[in-house]
């Protein structure tokens, strides 16, 4: 299971980001379950659990532009993390900003913007 949590992420980019790993692996969330609009003024982490199987349900498809950066934090075992920043890299320009690592699982911080031709 790795847990992804999206900041500076507009509902629209947080949905995008979304869609684009839920084709690829089971998740927690319904596709009818959307990111909704955040107060102005409250900083507001989008999270939603991902769980990476050996085969992945899809590839990601060329996605919608992104309207600017985000930040993505993926949180769990070493091999699902890899799985899902794959998936990422598929279909977003990514920038990996930092990692932690503990015994069983791993964090890893990475900037998303849309992928140029």
Known sequence: ?????????????????????????????????????????????????????????????????LEGSLTATLQGGYVAVDQVGEALSAAFAVHEQGTASGDQEKEVDLQLRTKRS
């Open 1 to 65: 299971m790795v847990t992804v949590s999206l900041t500076g992420a507009s509902k629209e980019d947080a949905a995008t980001v979304f869609d684009v790993l839920r084709t690829a692996f089971p998740t927690d969330r319904g596709a009818a379950d959307v990111p909704q609009e955040q107060e102005l003024g409250h900083p507001l982490v989008r999270t939603a659990e991902f769980e990476p199987t050996r085969e992945r349900l899809s590839m990601p498809a060329a996605p919608s532009p």
